[in-house]
């Protein structure tokens, strides 16, 4: 079997859904790596898998496990390899697939317990790792709010070891609106605030309900508007001497809050 060398029109078309446009408009992004990739063949979204001949070696039974489901399997060039891959060491390993979010009332409808709500989220490791954390506790879905990055970015999706595909995500850029579905389907709202009025250490009371957890962009946290729509502000009790939290961190110690308090009952 010959390789597809860079310059083949299928190897361009895909290395050109490494920008947002050419992803909304075909509605298709990529997945680069094992984890990754594994995960988007376990959920049928796989529609052509690139390898090259280090990756076959790799992951022979991962290549030929999507030939046997009738994913479209090919063979690139190292240097087309290159191309497709985003990471300095290109694992030779890309799967093109399908758009992954959803509805935020498709979410909504399954009456969910837990939601992580990143508010105006813009670097897109943070929002990988988020939905690694929202996945690893368990949680129903993760709502990205406002202008935000994109979740197929692919920093995102390689942060995301896999669990892009395992949570539903959805997109809400008017927050407002977001915010008051979330409410009408009968789902507390929990802001992250360093002034907020309840520990999460006396927070069990609320969070035995279904809770959605919003936590504000990297640079400038939560607008006080925002924070103000919530029905509770939940402060991180910090007992060293760090100001505060990164957003990923923020998201891991309260989503796991949740999950201890929702699991013990």
């Not at 942060?159 to 949570?167: D, E, I, N, R």
């Not at 809400?172 to 507390?188: F, K, N, Y």
């Not at 929990?190 to 927070?203: K, P, S, W």
């Not at 891991?252 to 699991?263: D, N």
Request: one cysteine or more.
């Amino acid at each position: 079997m010959d390789a597809l060398s860079e310059r083949n029109p299928r190897v361009v078309s895909a290395v050109k859904l490494q920008r947002a446009a050419n992803r909304r408009k075909s509605g298709r992004f990529l997945a680069e790596g094992a984890n990754a990739v594994a995960a988007a063949l376990e959920t049928g979204r796989v529609h052509e898998l690139f390898y090259s001949l280090g990756a076959a070696e790799r992951e022979t039974a991962l290549i030929a496990g999507a030939a046997a489901d009738g994913v479209r399997t090919t063979l690139v060039s190292d240097r087309a390899a290159e191309h497709l891959g985003e990471t300095v060491t290109a694992p030779g390993l890309v799967a093109v697939c399908e758009l992954v979010d959803v509805q935020l009332a498709e979410i909504l409808d399954r009456g969910p317990r837990m939601l992580a709500v990143p508010v105006e989220i813009a670097e897109p490791g943070n929002a990988g790792t988020l939905i690694r954390v929202a996945d690893a506790v368990g949680a129903d879905g993760v709502v990205l709010a406002g202008e935000t990055v994109d979740p197929h970015n692919g920093k995102c999706v390689r942060a995301s070891a896999g669990s892009l595909f395992h949570v539903p995500i959805a997109r809400g850029r008017d927050i407002t609106a977001t915010l008051d579905a979330i409410s009408a389907a009968g789902v507390t709202i929990l802001a992250t605030a360093a002034n907020g009025e309840v520990d999460l250490d006396a927070a069990d009371d609320i969070l035995t309900g279904p809770v959605a957890w919003l936590f504000g962009n990297e640079a400038h946290g939560l607008d006080p508007a925002v924070a103000a729509r919530a029905d509770h502000r939940i402060r991180i009790p910090i007992h060293g001497r760090a100001e505060s939290l990164n957003l990923a961190a923020a998201a891991a110690i309260c989503l796991y809050a949740s999950a201890r308090v929702q699991h013990a009952r």
